[in-house]
């Protein structure tokens, strides 16, 4: 491997001198307690393709970054030489409103690009966590989401095509520009969630919908989880079309303001004003079918903020004690079960808060315990709870000392054989995050 003062003058030459970062500095980069050996900041795909073939020809380890929202995701980089800083690519490069597409470059800042669009009466149905600070691109490398997935899916249903920057310099383009239907392998999808092991995030281009006339929403209580439950899934398998449908624990319900003790459903509507008011009157006749109460909740964006933003809003408590945050999936039908489940599975050793996008089976809270011992065993009781029901937890963050202890990615999936396939084919060199994802890869 070559010295980092070969490698960093290589770079300058291809960068400029501004293009480089080594010594200090590089504070802003860390990783796990580790420190990259220097930092590039290109500032157009040509740049980003160069700095990966210099890192490649070198064996150099190399780190995407953006602003670090999601950079506690996954687990610590086997090699960390280089953090490859994008924030330089933040065009928002053209919006077609009567086509309904987007294409913007993975560095923008995504609530920023969500401004552009609401000016034209539009938006993209993404809600993940920290999206004031997250980039277009890390939204999409940790396939980040909130609870509008209920109705309009995740960014796989979203993004048309994607340009890539490969490890060895080359650029490609996956997918389309434009909404039709296409035959063939879908490399886009590779790249959604991959966490930056398969290719760099250059660009995408997104599928975007009109801005609702209004959404209003709705508290339903029951002290029974199974009650919920059911609700839930007659609400899903009704004609309503709800943007959300979340469950949540009863501390949960407290701090998004539910009117009553005990867990909670909040399903939300939106559309035009009288659609809206025709399928409230809907919506109350499933409820009161099934012997649980339903309270209005208003329109206010801080419920559905708070809804997004749980449970990295609530990430570390004021004494200091260890804390984790986590997501995990479950057959959809038992989502609020089995969140119920898990409750009672960490109740000896941790305290949990815990929310379910009953839609998508989709579940994600936070442990806390009075000792690391505790909300270890805390975790894997919580792993063990949802194993039982096919399901399984992960990791997103943790307090400091917790965070080189903890597994991230918990029990190995199925079909990690073919992950491994796919990131010899496209990484043979293991230059992109090396080790950060599931199983080492």
């Known amino acids: 491997m070559s010295s980092v003062a070969v490698i960093a003058d290589e770079l300058r030459t291809l960068l400029g001198s501004m293009g480089v970062r080594t010594g200090p500095g590089l504070e802003r980069y860390g990783l796990a307690g580790r420190m990259p050996r220097a930092a590039v900041l290109p500032r157009d795909e040509a740049g980003v393709a160069g700095a990966l073939r210099v890192a490649s020809e070198a064996g150099l380890g190399v780190v995407p970054w953006g602003y670090g929202s999601y950079q506690s995701i996954g687990s610590p980089p086997l090699r960390y030489d280089l953090a490859l800083d994008l924030s330089g690519l933040d065009r928002l490069v053209a919006h077609e409103p009567a086509d309904m597409t987007v294409r913007a470059q993975a560095g923008i800042r995504f609530a920023r690009m969500q401004s552009h669009l609401a000016a034209h009466g539009q938006f993209l149905p993404l809600d993940p966590p920290l999206a004031e600070g997250a980039t277009l691109g890390g939204v999409l490398a940790t396939r980040s989401c909130g609870p509008l997935r209920c109705r309009y899916g995740t960014a796989r249903d979203l993004v048309l095509g994607l340009r890539i920057a490969h490890p060895d310099g080359t650029v490609t383009k996956a997918g389309a520009s434009v909404v039709k239907n296409a035959t063939g392998y879908d490399v886009t999808k590779l790249h959604l969630g991959a966490h930056g092991t398969l290719g760099v995030i250059l660009e995408a281009t997104l599928r975007v919908y009109p801005r609702p006339e209004v959404e209003q929403g709705w508290w339903i209580g029951s002290v029974e989880a199974n009650v919920l439950q059911d609700v839930g899934n007659r609400v899903l398998a009704s004609p309503l079309v709800p943007d959300r449908v979340e469950y949540a624990e009863p501390a949960v319900a407290r701090t998004w303001g539910a009117p009553r003790e005990g867990p909670a459903l909040l399903v939300s509507l939106g559309g035009i004003r009288e659609s809206v008011a025709g399928r ?162």
């Open 280 to 441: 409230a009157a809907d919506l109350r006749r499933i409820v009161e079918g099934q012997g649980a109460i339903l309270v209005e909740a208003g329109g206010s964006p801080r419920i559905c903020a708070s809804l997004s933003e749980f449970p990295w809003s609530v990430r570390g408590p004021a004494d200091g004690s260890p804390w984790a945050i986590w997501r995990g999936g479950v057959l959809p039908a038992e989502s609020g079960t089995a969140l119920a489940a898990l409750g009672e599975a960490v109740t000896p050793l941790a305290e949990m808060e815990g929310a379910a996008t009953i839609a998508h089976g989709a579940l994600r809270g936070v442990l806390r315990a009075a000792s690391a011992a505790d909300l270890v065993q805390g975790l894997q009781a919580a792993r063990a709870s949802l194993a039982a029901r096919g399901g399984y937890l992960v990791v997103l963050d943790a307090s400091a000392s917790l965070r080189e202890a903890l597994e991230p990615w918990g029990v190995v999936p199925e079909g990690l054989d073919v992950m491994r396939r796919l990131k010899q084919a496209f990484d043979p060199k293991g230059v992109l995050n090396p080790g950060r994802f599931v199983g080492g890869i």
